[in-house]
């Protein structure tokens, strides 16, 4: 069974820095695509970074130049780093990975975790 375990979420001012951190356990071929998301109170839940297998990044609009995605296959595990902190970045954040096993490749959500920013 694939697991995906978020980690590092938390209370942090407005200004500050979280890095969350996504390791996929369990067996499989390989990991494809892997992406931070986050849903806030009575909002859908949006792509915030997605990272493609060869390490090209894409960033929502609105984190662009504060957030940074990065992985390590080693690990199987991917990061966000996320610096300047704003109000509105307060959401829970789910990681997502595209998986190949054997029979096909399927997607993954880990559980979550929350990110709080105050003032």
């Known amino acids: 069974q694939v697991q995906l375990v978020e980690s590092g979420g938390g209370l942090v001012q407005a200004g500050g820095s979280l890095r969350l951190s996504c390791a996929a356990s369990?067996?499989?071929?390989?990991?494809?695509?892997m992406g931070w998301y986050r849903q806030a109170p009575g909002n859908q839940r949006e792509l915030v970074a997605h990272?493609?297998?060869?390490?090209?990044?894409n960033y929502a609009d609105s984190v662009k130049g504060r957030f940074t995605i990065s992985r390590e296959n080693a690990k199987n595990t991917v990061y966000l780093q996320m610096n300047s902190l704003k109000l509105e970045d307060t959401a829970v954040y789910y990681c997502k990975a595209l998986i190949r096993e054997v029979f096909g490749t399927y997607q993954y959500w880990g559980q979550g975790t929350q990110v709080t920013v105050s003032s």
């Open positions: 369990g067996r499989f071929n390989s990991i494809n695509s």
């Open positions: 990272i493609t297998s060869g390490g090209i990044a």
